[in-house]
């Protein structure tokens, strides 16, 4: 008697794989294992990214904060210690956001930073 290939189970499997495989080119979006190991390794691109685009933009709102003290007299270190003594609890996002948006908000709290160093 033949072995069983697991017919309609294979077929459900395969056709989850290439699905995801949709867009690549050649081979890689008609061919079940090069459409297999396409569609792994781009699993693991993102999953990686997704960590990575956190990092970019806490990255971003830095240089942003840093940007506007430039012409203030006091670095970035400084103005977030500062911010840290006066007890003000807002994030890197919304500092950023305050300097590009509302400058006379954010001028308060380099001068708040500066008196509580």
Excluded at 27 to 51: I, P, Q, V
Excluded at 68 to 97: C, H, P, Q
Aim: aromatic share 8%; net charge positive.
């Amino acid at each position: 008697m033949p072995r069983a290939g697991s017919g309609p189970a294979r077929h459900k499997k395969q056709k989850k794989v290439l699905k995801a495989a949709k867009g690549y080119r050649a081979g890689r979006h008609k061919l079940y294992r090069s459409a297999k190991e396409a569609a792994m390794r781009a699993g693991k691109y993102a999953f990686a990214g997704r960590r990575i685009k956190k990092r970019d933009y806490r990255s971003l709102w830095i240089t942003r904060i840093n940007a506007a003290l430039d012409d203030k007299d006091i670095s970035y270190s400084r103005f977030i210690y500062g911010l840290k003594k006066a007890k003000v609890d807002l994030n890197r996002k919304a500092l950023s956001e305050l300097a590009i948006a509302d400058t006379t908000a954010f001028n308060k709290l380099v001068e708040l930073a500066i008196a509580n160093q």
